[in-house]
């Protein structure tokens, strides 16, 4: 549901399998442990550069990407368009180290390897369970268990999250009761802690009413301004046209990567959503 990632201790670190090891390894000291000292803001860092590099993804004898080769620059809003099965997700989960794959996907940082978050398009639960918005936020933010309650180390960062995305009132109230989009909220808001150098972003508005669009708009702004790598899927092309810095079209393959005006035209979107994905004989 989410990741929050820091990777090894080297400048340039290829990403794949290891990424979600390498934390599991990792035990707290305590349940009431201090956050990390990036966890005290919510824009922070500058983020890293993100190459794939002939990256290919096979699933019994279908070609579910096929030597996708493109780069995400440091600090920018990157959107990755294309149809539904074209492999954006799975592009995703290869990245999260959900995935085997062939070919190389690496991260450049600037200095020290920072923390990776990600907010998936939507949240499976069951809907009857008792758990609060904060209860949520506790069990995807901090170490202490969440029927412990909010952590004092975590409750000013995650009170925070939730009023930068209009979510403070309803702190108590079920999240089984919440609407799509303002459980799309919640999602927005554990996605700032601690905060990250890279977001990976899964559809975030595919569930957003008009506010929440707003709210999701000035985050990602915020995020720009902040110097925070955002790849960020969305079938929103106009939305994509405004707010992105850079748009790749994928359908199993890299059909365009250039700027959103460069990238949006009828002609390359017409070969973008009509080309028919490959397959191995």
Same mark, same amino acid.
């Given at each position: ?116 978050g990600?907010?998936?398009q ?25 029927f @412990? ?5 975590? /409750? #000013? ?5 939730? !009023? ?5 009132? $309803? &702190? ?13 909220r ?32 000035? @985050?990602?702004?915020?995020w720009?301004? /902040? #110097?925070i790598?955002?790849?960020?899927? !969305? ?5 994509? $046209? &405004? ?21 949006l ?17």
């Amino acid at each position: 549901m989410t990741v929050k990632e820091t990777l090894p201790d080297e400048s340039t670190a290829p990403v794949g399998a290891g990424l979600l090891a390498n934390a599991s390894d990792q035990t707290p000291s305590s349940l009431d442990e201090t956050p990390p000292s990036r966890a005290s803001s919510l824009l922070q860092g500058v983020g890293p550069t993100l190459d794939f590099a002939d990256v290919c993804l096979t699933l019994g004898r279908t070609t579910i990407l096929d030597k996708v080769n493109f780069q995400v620059r440091p600090g920018s809003v990157h959107a990755l368009v294309g149809p539904n099965g074209g492999g954006k997700s799975s592009l995703i989960k290869t990245l999260l180290g959900q995935m085997p794959h062939q070919g190389r996907l690496s991260l450049q940082w600037p200095g020290e390897p920072g923390t990776i978050g990600y907010v998936p398009q939507a949240l499976e639960f069951d809907r009857g369970l008792p758990m609060t918005v904060d209860d949520f936020m506790a069990a995807m933010c901090q170490r202490r268990p969440a029927f @412990l309650g909010l952590s004092k180390h975590y /409750a #000013g960062a995650i009170g925070e999250a939730l !009023e930068r995305v209009g979510m403070q009132d $309803k &702190r108590k109230r079920r999240m089984g009761a919440l609407s799509g989009g303002e459980r799309q909220r919640v999602l927005l808001a554990q996605g700032l802690i601690p905060a990250p150098q890279l977001l990976v972003l899964d559809e975030p508005m595919s569930a957003l009413d008009e506010a929440g669009i707003q709210v999701f708009e000035r @985050l990602l702004g915020d995020w720009r301004a /902040a #110097g925070i790598t955002v790849l960020w899927i !969305e079938h929103d092309l106009e939305a994509v $046209k &405004r707010l992105a810095d850079h748009v790749t079209g994928l359908n199993r393959r890299v059909l365009f990567d250039a700027t959103p005006q460069q990238a949006l035209t009828p002609e390359r979107l017409l070969s973008l959503f009509s080309t028919q994905p490959r397959s191995l004989a």
